[in-house]
């Protein structure tokens, strides 16, 4: 295909960012990491919330999910950028970056959340009642660990979306990866050898990602 | 146990599972409860009402002399003193039998782990699984998972064991592995309430028996009294019924 298409090879042109290429690599995986801890954290607490006994907090909950789920994140991003952060006096771009990508992927993960929490049977909470458990108790020791296992696959594919929305980051001047390539082929004109090692640089963390999920699933089989 | 219910009526939409059922043990001491009747007649329900796993929508339950509590703080204490046997097992999957035993002894009842761990390995033991205690529910048989889920529901030293048609599920081998195991528990002196199918075996273990029927308590007496006089048309029907094969 690229014969095809004549297309010159310039690698010599592109080695020269190596080290802008590393560093960009790093920034995504750093903030991904950061992004996929909140997101994680604030989906299971918006689980909670919207299966909560006071209505508010349920709806509340709930119309969160919703919004954050309706709405593009490029634009969660301009919004929380230069409106609400602006407005706070909070400019750090990295953190606003960090908590509008988790908390737009903390939406998703709830719902996947509370579809493995509501997968579990009428008679398992019965069971945990009968032997006196009260509801955190049962959470802790009879539905988190038995949804955990059913969210697992879900919860994987939705971190690896994660981990690549983050190059939209770049909107709020964050010098992440796909940055650090548009800067480079802006200067080099060698697209080509800046986005396929940028897909392979993303394929190296998530590849490895959903493999420790599979083996993680594997760990944790059991037949109900 | 003296046991009196007043009145109970607990609805699911238009349907009353149970509707109005009052009975009393009176000044009987009963030891053993059988609930009997056709499925459906309000038998589980009724069984979870006394166990506290429902509050009723009306009426009262008096055990020992005293209301059970109709708030959830109340009922969870309560519960705390029961043991609960299903018809399903439900034993908790992601477990091992000896897990499912220890769990609730420490996080419910405050038992150190090796406190725990010795009373369900004795439990274990006693009720015939000895080699399967590290064996999750979905690698034991029926028979033994109901065994399992009695040792369970008996490692608190309940007052009160409840056990809901408990052989349901079973084959009828595993069945007599586990009605063994109930009457060995009603000889040791434990108080029991049991709804069942298994009339023979009521006739043998139970010192008293309510017959339920669409909702309501159509008979309670000593066992006695029911096995050798049924006084409605329904009781005797029911207990013809299935005593014609067996």
Redesign the interface.
């Known amino acids: 295909m690229f014969l095809a298409v004549d297309y010159r090879w310039n690698w010599a042109g592109v080695w020269k960012y190596r080290s802008q290429f590393a560093q960009g690599w790093l920034t995504t995986l750093g903030l991904s990491l950061a992004a996929m801890v909140v997101s994680v954290a604030a989906g299971f607490l918006l689980m909670l919330g919207g299966r909560a006994r006071w209505m508010p907090v349920r709806l509340l909950c709930g119309g969160a999910v919703e919004l954050v789920r309706g709405s593009p994140l490029l634009v969660q991003l301009l919004i929380g950028y230069y409106i609400i952060a602006e407005a706070l006096h909070a400019g750090f771009p990295l953190v606003v970056g960090i908590a509008v990508l988790g908390a737009f992927h903390a939406a998703y993960l709830a719902e996947i959340f509370r579809g493995a929490v509501e997968s579990i049977g009428a ?2 909470l ?9 509801r955190a ?1 049962t959470y802790r ?2 539905i988190v ?2 949804a955990m ?1 059913r969210a697992l696959p879900g919860t994987t594919g939705q971190l690896v979306s994660l981990l690549k929305d983050s190059s939209l980051l770049s909107v709020i001047g964050i010098e992440e990866l796909v940055q650090k390539v548009k800067v480079m082929n802006a200067a080099s004109y060698a697209p080509l050898e800046g986005y396929l090692p940028l897909a392979a640089a993303y394929l190296i963390v998530t590849l490895p990602l959903a493999r420790l999920a599979h083996g993680l699933e594997r760990r ?1 089989a ?3 | 146990m003296k046991l009196e219910a007043k009145g109970l009526v607990k609805r699911y939409g238009a349907h009353a599972a149970l509707d109005g059922a009052s009975f009393s043990t009176g000044e009987h001491e009963a030891r053993v409860i059988a609930l009997l009747g056709p499925s459906g007649g309000g038998k589980s329900t009724l069984l979870r009402v006394l ?1 506290c ?1 429902l509050v009723p929508d009306e009426g009262r339950v008096c055990l020992d002399g005293r209301d059970l509590p109709h708030e959830e703080a109340g009922a ?1 204490l309560e ?2 003193g ?1 043991g ?1 046997v ?1 018809q ?1 097992y ?5 477990l091992t039998a000896f897990q499912n035993i220890t ?2 002894l420490q ?3 405050g038992m150190s782990a090796v406190q725990a761990g010795q009373r369900a390995l004795e439990l274990l033991h006693r009720l015939g699984l000895e080699g399967h205690e590290h064996k ?1 529910p ?1 690698q034991l048989s029926g028979g033994q998972q109901q065994r399992a889920a009695i040792a ?2 008996l490692a ?1 030293r309940p007052r009160l064991l409840l056990l809901d048609e408990p052989t349901s599920a079973l084959d009828p081998v595993m069945t007599g592995e586990v009605l063994d195991v109930i009457r060995e528990l009603a000889e040791g002196g434990q108080s029991i309430v049991l709804a069942t199918h298994e009339i023979s075996f009521a006739r043998k273990v139970a010192d008293h028996v309510v017959f339920l029927a669409a909702g309501k308590a159509l008979e309670c007496s000593t066992a006695a009294a029911f096995f050798g006089q049924p006084q409605s048309q329904l009781a005797r029907q029911y207990l013809e019924g299935l005593s014609r094969y067996r």
């Open positions: 008679s398992q019965e069971a945990a009642r009968a032997v006196g458990f009260d108790q020791f009879v660990p038995q296992r944790f059991y037949e109900t | 166990g796993l969870l519960r705390r029961n609960f299903f399903g439900n034993l908790f999957p992601h769990l609730p996080e419910v009842h999750r979905s369970r529901a608190p």
